[in-house]
Nanobody, 126 residues
């Protein structure tokens, strides 16, 4: 079992920055993949970014490329999502998720993830 706790969400003005943290406990993530997803009211959950822990390989959704950066901290067993140049359309609940199939999961597919956090709200005002 892996427990995930997201933090770092909040209210920010357009153009501002936030860093989301995903702290994992129960297992070390060194063979896992970690993904960040988001869900806005009335919309489907969508992929934001993912990382394969063992290689550091990363992927981003097109709408966040150049603005968001995913990273991992092996010592803290945590993953971060640095979000810059935030837009009102980035408003959503952000979730982190982990997959035990770290080497070959399709990072952008929610179905491949085994454990999910409860999410953290990000609100970007215009």
């Amino acid at each position: 079992q892996v427990q995930l706790v997201e933090s770092g969400g909040g209210l920010v003005q357009a153009g501002g920055s936030l860093r989301l943290d995903c702290a994992a406990s129960g297992r070390t993530l060194n063979t896992y993949a970690v993904g960040w997803f988001r869900q806005a009211p009335g919309k489907e959950r969508e992929f934001v970014s993912g990382i394969r822990w063992s290689t550091g390989y990363t992927e981003y959704a097109e709408f966040v490329k150049g603005r968001f950066t995913i990273s991992r901290d092996t010592a803290k067993n945590a993953v971060y999502l640095q979000m810059n140049s935030l837009k009102p359309e980035d408003t959503a609940v952000y979730y982190c998720a982990v997959s035990q199939r770290g080497a070959w999961i399709v990072l952008g597919t929610p179905d491949g993830y085994d454990y999910w956090g409860r999410g953290t709200q990000v609100t970007v005002s215009s």
